[in-house]
């Protein structure tokens, strides 16, 4: 029997923040940290012991190829990679065919791509669970790692305003779903034309989002300031309309002066120095960036034990 077929319990997928409960998230912090302790005393955890991941890059990665492939080795299991450039994904097999396959031979797949519906296809014709690492519209296990992060130097993000500037990306919209999970207020602040699309957010109460024309009204306050790039991978092609329209999007000293006095900064990377961010936040002592993406390699360990293994003790 593979070990693709051998999981107890129902199949659970992480595609965006919201595929967990609140529980589950405050578990999996916890877990991170019991994780994060051993990694750093160099104690062994071999929780998925001969499990294998497969990971499946439809668009580049630094962070989250290092961190999914050391972390599952770090687990006592083992990663396979695929591009699309070199598997037949890049040939035109569609998407439920691969997923079919690949969910036979491994017991957990982990794919960055384009849309979040390709991600959708593929996880429904899986018989393994599968995460979401990065799609147009979500990018849930960066802010696990970043939530992490926070409670690592402030303590709990609940009853604390996290400000977004800039553009309303994936990070944005799935920094918005664990606002309503969690219990803090989000404040984003977009150049007009590339703000939160009413479809998309609904209805929120002003204690889970306010939007501001104004990056620094959106700063006042703020225990967290976070950013990212002006145009994301797979929008290149609206790179000069951008530079133009986020010129004043642009995290400074200002931005962060406004900020609680408390405030820490951080960034998902790729960074541009002098963009989004000037190169005195990034390297300066507010800046937590590298802690934030040591914490992938941390939250994606409890993540997949959790997904394979449930709630455990051991
Ligand atoms: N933050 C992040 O997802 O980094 P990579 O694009 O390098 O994986």
Avoid at 47 to 66: G, I, P, Q, Y
Avoid at 145 to 162: M, N, Q, Y
Avoid at 169 to 198: D, I, R
Wanted: net charge negative.
């Amino acid at each position: 029997m593979s070990h693709a077929t051998s999981q107890t319990g129902p199949l659970r997928h992480f595609l965006q923040f919201r595929d967990l409960t609140t529980d589950e998230i405050n578990y999996i912090f916890a877990r991170t940290q019991l994780i994060k302790n051993k990694f750093k005393r160099y104690e062994a955890h071999h929780t998925l012991h001969d499990r294998n991941l497969a990971m499946v890059f439809e668009k580049a990665s630094t962070r989250t190829r290092v961190s999914f492939e050391a972390g599952m080795y770090q687990l006592g299991g083992s990663v396979i990679n695929l591009t699309t450039k070199d598997s037949q994904l890049g040939r035109a097999e569609p998407i439920e065919d691969t997923a079919r396959v690949i969910s036979r031979m491994v017991d957990l797949v982990m794919i960055r791509t384009f849309e979040q519906t390709r991600l959708e296809r593929f996880a429904a014709h899986s018989r393994v669970p599968v995460i979401n690492g990065l799609t147009n519209e979500f990018h849930p296990c960066q802010i696990l790692a970043d939530i992490f992060t926070f409670i690592e130097h402030v303590g709990s993000i609940k009853g604390k305003t996290v400000a977004w500037i800039g553009d309303a990306n994936n990070m944005a919209y799935t920094w918005l779903q664990a606002a309503e999970m969690l219990g803090f207020c989000l404040h984003v602040s977009a150049p007009k034309g590339y703000e939160l699309e009413a479809q998309r957010i609904g209805t929120q109460p002003a204690n889970v989002l306010k939007q501001f024309s104004n990056p620094l009204d959106a700063c006042r306050g703020a225990h967290l300031v976070t950013t990212d790039v002006w145009t994301s991978m797979g929008f290149e092609t609206e790179n000069e309309d951008r530079r133009r329209a986020f010129a004043n999007w642009c995290v400074d000293a200002g931005m962060m002066a406004a900020a609680d006095p408390s405030a820490i900064f951080m960034h998902c990377l790729p960074a541009h120095r002098g963009e989004e961010v000037t190169g005195d936040v990034i390297d300066g002592p507010q800046s937590v960036v590298w802690d934030e993406a040591e914490n992938r390699l941390h939250v994606q360990k409890a993540l997949m034990e959790f997904l394979l293994l449930g709630q455990i003790n051991s």
